[in-house]
Every structure is written in structure tokens, then in C-alpha cells.
């Protein structure tokens, strides 16, 4: 799922896709359209920028509070919170190459080896970041041991890195007009199935199914007062609104384009428009949990309430601010009594 696929390349992916066969008449006149675009391609990959470099810059400061407070500290769940960061981070890491893709109006000047490689960056660590959020739900009912925890990390980055093969195997820097856009280039007697087959992959493996696992951990979560139940149930719930808000939106239009591709909807100019607008908007509105989840575990934990102060003091006392602060009140009182 390439954050830098060329806008302006829609029309001829669809005439690769949908024109491959020519058993669906209500696909034989897409080669005639040339549908104007409700939108300007040059303000929405501007708008798509600004978000990105926001979620950057914020995801990249959560993440990093995050792993501040967390370090030094022994808790069986916070191998699972570690990797999340991580796999977070990485992904805030590749962005700003896809902000530079974006603003030469989604032309990619990197050459194709580094198409693949950033993407399969990518792709790894979004899905690994969605599958330790689930590891984390499961993990309030499982209560798993350390070492069945360390074999669940070492199973989650394996099935991110074969889920995200096949898609990355496909990519390609291909030439278009005055430069190349980083795009999946599939075999033409097959392209609509492994476009359609990648597509409905990413929605099972990086939705529904974690949002499965997700809901069942909260349905057998034990009944009881105590506290701790109570703030698992909690912790579980919110990790569950905070994958289907983050989510939810960009795989159902991704869905909807799955149906569009496999002939089952008549393609139409206003079609072309909603999906040329929606996945993009979707799917970069959807990196926004890199943020959602270093807060969401920041405020799960009442013990954490002060970490911004806490963390802060504690750089400040190695760099010296600290010091500087309590010089500026000394300078104060002693204007005061003056006065």
C-alpha cells in the first residue's frame, strides 16, 4: 500500500486492472473515459503533505516520551509497548521520503531499488504495529510469560515480513511522462487478481482479524471488581476504538475499490473521483496511529499521568536546564526584594 502511487496514474492502472478481460461489458467503456477529477491532484498532494509531516512530527515525539518512560522499568507487558514503538517509528521514518515523492507531484526520483526497500520498510512495521496493538489486547487475558511473549514478538515480525513481501516483490519505478512513479506492476493476464488478492490480504490480516482477536480478548475478559480486571477491560476497549478509528475508514474504501476492481461495480467519472480522493486521504488519516498508540498507553496508566513533567525534569537535569530555571527564580526573588 505505496503512499507515493502517482494520482495522476489512476485511469491507467484501471485500464491495466479492469481491461484485461472482456467478460464484463459494464468494463468496456473505462477505456473511453478521461474523468476530469472533482479536486485539484496538485492541492490534495499538497494537503497529503502537510498531514504527513504532522503525523511525523508528532508520532516521532510520542514515541520517543514513550520509550523515555518506559526505560528502566520491569513489567511483564512492556516488551509487547517496546516493540509497538518501534514498529511505529519506523514507519514515521520513511515518511519523509514519501513527502518528498509528494511534492514533485507524486514522481519518485529515488530509482526502484529504494522503491522496494522503503516501501518493505513500511509495510513491515504497519503491520507489526497493528499486530503487537493486538498482542497487548490478548495479552490483559492470556497473561502470557516472558518467554511466551518474546515468541509472540519473534511470530509477529515474521508474518509481517511474509505479509509484506508479495506486495513489495511487486513494486516498480516506472517511467511516466517527465519522471517515474513507485507503483505495483502485476502480469497483465493476472493483474486483476493479484491486485484484488493483495488488497483483500490487507484487510484480513491487518483489520479484521486483529479486530477480531481484539474483541474476543475483551468478551473473556474475567469478571470481577478488582481493579486490575477493571483497567484491563478498559485498556482492551480502548485499543479496539483506537484500531477501528485509526482504520476503519481506509480499509473500507480499499475494500470498495476491491469490488470496483473485480467488476462488480459499473465504473463511473464519479467513482473514479471518490476513490481517487478517499484512499489517499484514508490511508494517510490512518498513520495517525502511530500517535493514537503512545498516548493511548500513556493515559491507560494513572501512574503516568505526570510523565511529560517527569521525563522533562529528568532531561533537564542532565542538560543543565534545570539549573538555569532555578537561577532565573533566584534572579527573580532577588529583584523582587529590591523593589
Known sequence: MSLSNDLLELLESWAELNLTAGDHGNLSSVEMLRCSGAISHATLLHF??????????????????????????????????????????SVLATLPVWVASLQRGGRWPFGERLCQLTHFIFSVNLFSSIFFLTCMSADHFLSAGRRRRRLACAAVWLLALAASVPDSYFLRAVSSGDGAVCRPVFPPRSARFWAA???LSFVLLGFVLPLLVIAASSLLQPSGAQLERRSGRRAV??????????WLPYHAVLLLDTVTLLGLLT???????F???ALHLTQVSSLLHCVVNPALYLMLRPQRRDIISDVFLRYSAKTGL???GHASDSQLELTAEHV
Do not use: M, P
Open 322 to 324: 534545570a539549573r538555569l
Open 197 to 199: 488478492a493483495l488488497q
Open 275 to 277: 476513490l481517487n480522493v
Open 48 to 89: 497529503l503533505s502537510v498531514l504527513l509531516v504532522l503525523i511525523f512530527l508528532s508520532g516521532a515525539a510520542a514515541n520517543t516520551l514513550l520509550l523515555c518512560a518506559l526505560r528502566g522499568e520491569e513489567r511483564g507487558g512492556r516488551l509487547y509497548v517496546v516493540q509497538l514503538a518501534a514498529a511505529d517509528l
Open 237 to 246: 476497549r480502548a485499543y479496539a476504538a483506537a484500531l477501528v478509528a485509526c
Open 267 to 273: 465504473f463511473s467519472c464519479r467513482l473514479e473521483d
